[in-house]
């Protein structure tokens, strides 16, 4: 890992010269050999410095201080397009091999680590792109001047490549640092959040940043995140609001000062005072908030109580100190994920997309094949990374329901219509049994959503060819119980036992054509239980697997209800396999 960082780093010091000057390297190696093969010509001549303009600018304004100004970073973004053009001229428009070279200007910027270069060069160039599309769609196609040879193809694939291979070099860098910061500050955020006594970290501008699980005990019925908000909001009145002001600034203004008393809402909204207790850190105050009527009955304290207290302060201020710089090097790890993989991948996507709806004409076979595949990883990497940033926010308690009222039975449905194509491509029968009467319940439409997708979703990916999956719902009591069960692979004692931890597979997965970030069980099982229901896996190895969702969410409970057998489902499953064998061979009959 250390040879990893080190390595990021000497990349983000010469990222920007060493990219242009590679692309210096391969027009002038491919116009070398084009030219010996071709013969000198100086329309020839001219395309391939056109071409060059970019590496040799790039050469001159890489460097972060040029770059940082709005003018030059704009003519580097507008020399990139230079390329694209003299392509265009030479292999007879856009819609030819020229393409793909419209995408080494946002390919470069990317390598050298500026997103917003990256993103306005991307623009120039779909925006070039477009254009020359259109004129050649709406009149006669230009003579090509150079055709496409071999060292022009492997000298833009190999510079697309080395882009690729450096942004991934510096990116995994920037992930391992900041994941074993997480790793070494995690134990002292989990401390401070799990401080016996109530703590609030608080900026130089009284705004709270953080807040141990005592302050709710403390003054109950504040916010569940207090993040953000000022420490005047706390206050039992406007009288109260005034004394924190003033006890904040007298904390600044004199370092002697050890803490200063006000008002909160305590039990059955009545006043309490609460004395609070600061601490210096690099960001602000680490404030120990004490009970009102403990300070008055300790008053008389013996004086060498205050020794441990100051040393019982600096052991909090630490604390709070490695607390902060956990979350932050969290949501600097969050950042870095949602930003440095997803705008190249929403640009991969984009002209991925592009080529895969032929909007422009069609593409020779090979080229099309590519595109299609390029489309799909984009696609499936893209909710690889959502998965990632959705446990997250539930690990980090940023992850908020909000619930309203609707029929389970109209989510059931719309689930297994966006995947009953996906099964039926795999050869799969995919039913659903939801009842007829109506499931009203009181929840979270999205999380109930997302849960039966990912259920479906895993049911269909571990179901070979001619399998069956079966989706049932019922009330039981006050409960909502969802079940999705497969005749698939099926697991064993061992697998069911690790099954539902965070990035976990189990051997079937690890099989599978279809690969996962190893969260959809563990994202499943938390959304559950956020809404105070439990997951259960029942599975037979060779048989199948039925998972069953239980949500207390019910508006209106039902006392009177058979108990609900969760392997049942596979009586669901053997019809519908036998419907599906009736299916096919009156298909093949007809056929005959």
Known sequence: MGQTLRLARYLDRIAGRAVHALWLGAVLAAGFQVLADRGVSPAALALFALAALPGLAGLQLASARALSRRASRFIMALAWVLPALAATAALGGPLTFAALVFLAGPAAMAASGRQGDAALSWTLNAIAFSGLAMLQLLGPAPDATILASGSVILALAGFLAMCGLVASARYAGRLNAARTEVSRLRPAASAFLDAPGPLL??????VMTAASRAVHRLIPGVPRDLTGLPLEGLAFDDGDRLAIRDGLQS??????????????????????????????????????????????????AAPESHAA????????????????????????????????????????????DVMKQRLFGPLPARYAEYGDLIHESGIHLLDLIGDVLDMSKIEADRYELVTDRFDARDVVETC???????AEDQGLTLSTDAGSDALEVDADRKAVRQILLNLISNAVKFTPEGGAVAVMARAQGDELVLAV???????????????GGQYTQ????????????????????????????RMTVQSVKGEGTTVTIRLPVLVDARGDVETFEPLAVHEQIRRAQSAGDVISQAANSGAA
């Not at 970290?201 to 009284?206: K, N, Y």
């Not at 997965?509 to 809404?531: C, F, K, N, P």
């Open 485 to 499: 069960g497969d005749s698939g692979v099926g697991m064993g004692a061992d697998e069911l036992r690790a099954l």
């Open 416 to 422: 297994a219509k966006m995947l009953r194509l996906r």
């Open 309 to 352: 207290d100051h040393a019982e302060i600096e052991r909090i201020r630490a604390e709070r100190d490695e607390a902060i710089a956990a979350s932050r090097a969290k949501s600097e790890f969050l950042a870095a994920v949602s930003h440095e993989l997803r705008t190249p991948l929403n640009a991969i996507i984009g002209f991925s």
């Open 506 to 533: 189990t051997h079937s997965s690890l099989t599978s054509d279809e690969r996962g970030s190893g969260l959809g069980l563990s994202l499943v099982r938390s959304l559950a239980e956020m809404h105070g229901g």
């Open 201 to 206: 970290a608080v900026d130089r501008d009284g």
């Open 251 to 300: 904390v600044d203004a004199n370092a002697s000062v050890q803490g200063f008393d006000f008002a909160v809402r305590g039990n059955q909204g009545r006043a309490r005072t609460v004395h609070a207790v600061q601490a210096r850190s690099a960001d602000g105050l680490v404030l120990s908030l004490v009970d009102g009527e403990a300070v008055t009955g300790q008053a008389q």
